[in-house]
């Protein structure tokens, strides 16, 4: 893989479309005051985190031989592993039951899914064409 492919995997990563969805959900947090997170930072480093990740993701596909499909779907579990502990440890949502923990869980889970291995991978395929 060259630098052009991690510029351009940094990119699309780091891109409005892959970062709208995320925006949303937090604001709707905000909005019921279920979120401590300071919008303004959040909106600085989602993209950047996005993207970062989408070139890691990358480079596990190089260094593993991986497809596009399975590079898509592990970078989304580490990702919802990377975020699920932060979360956890910065204290970043007021959630008082189990079971706002768990459909908070489930959507973030549902989140991840659709941005990488539909939003970002198909952003990347017809960039590459």
């Known amino acids: 893989m060259s630098t ?60 593993f031989n991986l497809s596009d499909r399975m590079r898509f779907l592990l970078i989304s579990v580490i990702g919802i592993i990377i975020i699920g502990t932060s979360i956890q440890f910065l204290g970043t949502y007021n959630f008082t039951t189990k079971e706002e923990w768990i459909k908070h869980y489930f ?9 990488f291995n539909v939003v970002i991978f198909y952003l990347e395929y017809f960039l590459k064409c």
């Open 107 to 115: 959507g973030m889970t549902i989140i991840y899914l659709f941005v």
């Open 4 to 63: 052009k492919d991690y510029l351009l995997s940094f990119v699309v990563g780091s891109s409005f479309p892959a970062s709208i969805i995320f925006f949303n959900a937090v604001t709707n947090y905000k909005k019921s005051r279920m979120s401590n997170v300071n919008y303004y930072h959040y909106s600085k480093i989602t993209p950047i985190y996005l993207g970062i990740l989408n070139m890691f993701g990358l480079y596990l596909a190089q260094k």
